[in-house]
C-alpha cells in the first residue's frame, strides 16, 4: 500500500528565501548577458572579425566557462528549492550564506582572470595552474582555485540544506528517491516528482563538489608547495567526475521547473509513477560512473573504465529524458494549454535537453571520440541541452514568477516572437559547431584557419540574436521583480 504525496499545508519559499531566490536569478540573468558577450567575442575573434591577444582569448574562455557553469549552478538550486521547499521546511537564511560566498568567490575569480591573467580554463586540471609558462603567476592560479573552491562550498550549503529537508520529511534520501516505494515496500509514501529531482540532485552535486574540493585544496598546497605532487590522471578523473556530474545536475534541478509549471498550465495533473522513479534511479546511478567518457583519449585509462563508460553514457540520459519528454508530451497533447513566455520556454527546454543528448552520445562512441573529441562537436552538444534547454527552463520558471504572461511590444514587435526567435538562433548558434566539429575544427583554439571560420562568422551572427532575446528577457524579469517582491511580502 503506498500513499502519493500532496503539497497540501506545504509552505513554499519562506519570506528570506524568496527574496534570497528573486536575488540570485537577478544575479543569473545578468552574469548570463555577460558571459555571452565574452562568447559573442570569442566567436568574432576565431572568425576573424576581431582581433584580440591569445592570453585574453584564453581569459574570456576561462571566466565564459567558469561564469556559465557557475549561473547555471546557482540558478538551479534556487529553482530547485523554490519548488522543492513547498514540500518541506527549508532555511531560507542558507540561501543568504551561499549568495555571499557567490559574491566573494566571482570576485576573486574575476580579480585572478582579469587582473593576474589567469587562462587555465574552468576545468583546472592538475598541473595546469602552476605550470603557465610565465602567462599567469601561482598567485593568480591559486586566487582562481579558491575563489572557485567558495562558489562551491556556497552550493554545498544548499544541497545539505535541501538533504536535510529531505530526510526529516520523507524519511531519508532513499524515501526521497522513492525506492521504498517502487519496490512495493509497506506504508510507502509516493515522493513527489519535485522530490525525486530534489533528492537525486542533492546525492550527485553534493559528491561532485566533495570530488572537485578535493583536488582544488591539493593544487592549493601544490601552488604554495611546489615539491607537493599528486596523480595527474587520477587527478583528472576526479575532476572529470566533478565537472561531468554538476553541470549534468544543473538540469536535473531546473527540471522541477518543468515538472511544476506546465501541469499547472494544463490543468492536468502530472503523478510519480513507478516507471518514473525507476529512471531517475538509474540516472542516480548512471551520472556518477559515466564522466569516463571525458577521458577515452587517455591510453593510460584501463579499458574496462572506457567501456563502463561508453555502454553507460548511452543508457544514462535515455530513461529520465524519455519519461520528461514522453510525460510533457502528453500532458500538453490536446490540453488547450496557454502557450505564453513561461509555457514556451518550459517545453523549448524539454526539446533542447532531448535533441542536445543525440550529439553527446555519438561522441561518447569510442570510435568517434578518438576523432570527435577534442573537436567543436562537444562544445556543440553541451552549448545543445544548456543553451535550449537548462537556461530556457531558468527563464521560464523567471517568467512564471513574476506572472508574466509575455503581453505587450518591444518596439513594434510581440513579445510572442521571443521565444521563438531565440529557439531558432540558438538552433543555429549549435548547428554551426556541431558543423565545424563535423568538419575537423579543433575546440579551444584562439586562431582558426580561414576554411573553419564560416561556422564561426555565422555563429557570431545567430549569437548576437540569441543574447539580443536574452537581453530582453532578463531585461523583462529586473523590471517586474520590484512589483512581484512588494506584491508577495
Ligand atoms: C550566446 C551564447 C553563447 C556563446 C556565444 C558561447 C560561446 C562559446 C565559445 C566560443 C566557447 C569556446 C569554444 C571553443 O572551444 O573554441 C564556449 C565554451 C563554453 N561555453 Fe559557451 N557560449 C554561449 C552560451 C553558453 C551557455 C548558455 C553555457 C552554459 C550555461 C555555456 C558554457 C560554456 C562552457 C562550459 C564552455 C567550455 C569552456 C572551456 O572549454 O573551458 N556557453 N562558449
Redesign the pocket.
Same mark, same amino acid.
Given at each position: 500500500m503506498s500513499t502519493q504525496t500532496t503539497n497540501a499545508g506545504a509552505h513554499g519559499p519562506d519570506p528570506v528565501a524568496r527574496r534570497m531566490i528573486a536575488a540570485n536569478l537577478a544575479v543569473v540573468g545578468l552574469v &548570463?548577458l555577460l #558571459? #555571452?558577450l565574452f @562568447? !559573442?567575442l #570569442?566567436?568574432m575573434a576565431?572568425g576573424g572579425w576581431l582581433t584580440i591577444n591569445d592570453d585574453l582569448f584564453y581569459q574570456f /574562455? %576561462?571566466i *565564459? @566557462?567558469t561564469g556559465? =557553469?557557475g /549561473?547555471?549552478a546557482l540558478g538551479g538550486v534556487s529553482v530547485m528549492w523554490n519548488f522543492a521547499s513547498h514540500y518541506m521546511q527549508v532555511n531560507g537564511k542558507v540561501l543568504v550564506a551561499n549568495f555571499f560566498l557567490f559574491l566573494i568567490g566571482v570576485v576573486l575569480i574575476l580579480a585572478a582572470i582579469f587582473w593576474g591573467g589567469y587562462g587555465g580554463?574552468? %576545468?583546472f586540471l592538475y598541473p595546469l595552474p602552476a605550470i603557465s609558462g610565465g602567462i599567469w603567476s601561482a598567485g593568480a592560479a591559486f586566487w582562481y582555485l579558491l575563489g572557485l573552491l567558495l562558489v562551491g562550498v556556497g552550493i554545498l550549503l544548499v544541497c545539505l540544506e535541501l538533504g536535510r529537508g529531505i530526510i526529516t520529511t520523507f524519511g531519508g534520501l532513499a524515501s526521497g528517491l522513492g525506492w521504498p516505494y517502487l519496490f512495493g515496500m509497506k506504508n510507502a509514501v509516493v515522493p513527489p516528482k519535485v522530490i525525486v529531482a530534489t533528492s537525486m540532485s542533492v546525492i550527485v552535486t553534493t559528491l561532485a563538489i566533495i570530488g572537485g574540493a578535493v583536488v582544488i585544496v591539493l593544487s592549493l598546497v601544490n601552488l604554495m608547495v611546489p615539491s607537493f605532487a599528486f596523480d595527474p590522471l587520477w587527478a583528472k578523473n576526479i575532476i572529470y567526475f566533478f565537472g561531468h556530474t554538476i553541470i549534468n545536475a544543473t538540469i536535473y534541478m531546473t527540471v522541477t521547473a518543468v515538472y511544476s509549471i506546465l501541469p499547472e498550465y494544463t490543468n492536468r495533473p502530472w503523478q510519480t509513477s513507478k516507471i518514473f522513479v525507476a529512471s531517475w534511479m538509474g540516472s542516480t546511478i548512471m551520472v556518477l560512473v559515466i564522466f569516463p567518457h571525458h577521458l577515452l583519449m587517455d591510453f593510460a585509462m584501463p579499458t574496462w573504465a572506457m567501456v563502463m563508460a561508453q555502454i553507460l553514457s548511452y543508457t544514462n540520459s535515455f530513461p529520465v529524458m524519455i519519461v520528461t519528454g514522453f510525460g510533457a508530451v502528453a500532458l500538453v497533447h490536446r490540453s488547450g494549454i496557454r502557450w505564453d513566455m513561461a509555457s514556451g520556454l518550459l517545453f523549448l527546454s524539454v526539446f533542447g535537453w532531448m535533441a542536445g543528448v543525440v550529439p553527446a552520445v555519438i561522441d561518447a562512441t569510442i570510435v568517434v571520440n578518438s576523432v570527435m573529441h577534442n573537436t &567543436?562537436w562537444v562544445?556543440g552538444h553541451? *552549448?545543445f541541452y /544548456? /543553451?535550449l534547454g537548462? !537556461?530556457p527552463m531558468v527563464l521560464g520558471f523567471m517568467f512564471h514568477s513574476t506572472r508574466d504572461r509575455g503581453e505587450g511590444t518591444v518596439g513594434h514587435v510581440s513579445v510572442k516572437w521571443m521565444v521563438p526567435v531565440y529557439a531558432v538562433a540558438g538552433l543555429g548558434?549549435v548547428t554551426m559547431f556541431l558543423l565545424g566539429g563535423a568538419n575537423s575544427v579543433p575546440?579551444?583554439?584562439a586562431v582558426h584557419l580561414a576554411e573553419w571560420m564560416v561556422y564561426d562568422q555565422w555563429a557570431a551572427v545567430f549569437?548576437i540574436i =540569441? %543574447?539580443l532575446m536574452a537581453t530582453l528577457f532578463v531585461l523583462r524579469y529586473l523590471a517586474r521583480l520590484p512589483r512581484y517582491l512588494a506584491a508577495t511580502d
Open positions: &548570463l #558571459m #555571452m @562568447g !559573442i #570569442m566567436r576565431q /574562455l %576561462t *565564459h @566557462g556559465m =557553469v /549561473l547555471a580554463a574552468w %576545468t &567543436l562544445p553541451f *552549448h /544548456l /543553451l537548462m !537556461i548558434f575546440r579551444r583554439w549569437a =540569441v %543574447t
